[in-house]
């Protein structure tokens, strides 16, 4: 046991230097960040793998007012940012289906069927509140 945590510090404090190309590669890598980080090509485990070379750490503190995560965020050249991110309050999400929509089909089910409705609504592009196409029943739940 004691030879398996020895062996685990002396590699934990081994260093492998880059060769002056993949340094460079990397900080180019570093000035294009924005378009790196969305490609589709990207796995994954390769963009977490980039998260822990670039952060010390990620600890996450709440606040009451407003309500809201912090993200006190330390960087591995030394540089600390903070993070606020919005929280959605109780009773909110991000899948609401959007207010025209529900005052469309509301008004709609007076003269209407719940089946004429999903496919009006699937003909102007309308979707629901989780990006799906419109359908009698979720009409239904809807109105």
């Known amino acids: 046991m004691k030879d ?3 062996h685990l510090a002396a590699l934990e404090h081994r260093h ?3 060769r002056a190309e993949q340094r460079q590669h ?8 924005s378009a790196v980080w969305p490609h589709a090509a990207a796995p994954e485990a390769r963009t977490k793998r980039l998260l822990r070379t670039v952060l ?3 600890m996450i503190h709440t606040t009451q007012e407003p309500p809201e995560p912090l993200l006190p ?6 540089v600390h940012t903070e993070w606020r ?11 609401a289906t959007e207010h025209d929509s529900i005052a469309v089909i ?17 003909r102007l592009g309308s979707r629901t509140g989780t990006g799906k196409t419109w359908r009698a029943h979720r009409v239904a739940c809807v109105r």
């Open 85 to 95: 991110v919005a929280r959605h309050t109780a009773g909110k999400h991000g899948r």
């Open 16 to 18: 492998v230097p880059l």
């Open 26 to 33: 990397v900080l180019s890598l570093g000035q294009e960040l």
């Open 106 to 122: 509301r008004e709609r089910s007076k003269v209407c069927r719940d089946v004429t409705m999903a496919t009006t609504r699937n």
């Open 4 to 6: 398996a945590e020895a």
């Open 56 to 58: 010390h750490e990620i």
């Open 73 to 78: 965020l330390p960087w591995q050249g030394g």
